[in-house]
């Protein structure tokens, strides 16, 4: 068996005065207690180290750019990267990632035990508009302020198995899980900053914890794969956002998952040869997939 204990660190709402130290003082806290429960890898949320930014508009350069990272670890997150080397324990950031040729991405990376950068995504999927929109409530800008990742759907060899990474609205697409899943990814982690009111159909509202565990557990059960995803969640900036942190198995089954909507670890042992029971049976791609009657899928 290749089993190992996995943990997710929900944070509540970071407000857009909050300082990063403060924030990284808060992730670190949850670290801890990862690692007390002998987690060897902790996932924090999507754009863990500010408040959500894309929910308002603005023009000026320097008031998008305050919110992105031009280096990891930064001055401000090295703590956290040191906190990682010091308790022995992997961890999933994701973060706002400003280039040095000025391109930006909603970003996340996977750091191993000792602290080093073993793998990094860039969100494909980004949801939302890019003018401002005056009948929203507020605003979810993100294909104004990011551009599309351009990393695609990479598997990493770390923690003793393949890991693979996405990025909230990705964990929507079932063509995210099934190209990590076909490049071999025995557990994804995710981060997401999902508000509860979505102004295009607001009748959808009351089902957006159903829709995220939904995506999370098909994605899970149809790739063979386990999944932790976790949330920055309550009331941020006057806008609810969902928790519902949780980890997935390859059965689809729920085996943790949060009960808050503040600062709360969730975790659970894993067995990564449990990926074997989904993927050499019931989605044994070489056996059933039927790629030569897909080619919908893949048409633009
Ligand atoms: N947030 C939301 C998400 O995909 C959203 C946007 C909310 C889309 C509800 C559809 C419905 O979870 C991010 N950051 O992608």
Redesign the pocket.
Known sequence: SRSFVVAGAQLGPIAAAESRASAVTRMIELMREAAARGARLVVFP?LALTTFFPRWYTEAPAEIDRWFETEMPSAETRRLFEAAETLGIGFHLGYAELTPEGRHFNTAILVDAAGRIAGKYRKIHL??HREHEDWRPFQ?L?KRYFEKGDLGFPVFDAFGGRIGMCI??DR?WPETWRMLGLGGAELVCLG????LH?PPAPEHDHL?YFHNALSVQAGAYQNGLWAVAVAKAGREEGCDLIGGSLIAAPTGEIVAQASTTGDEVISARIDLDRCAEIRANVFNFALHREPQDYALITAP
Do not use: I
Request: charged fraction near 20%; glycine fraction near 8%.
């Open positions: 999507e949801p939302g979810h993100e909230c609205n929507r997401y900053n999902t508000p979505y957006q």
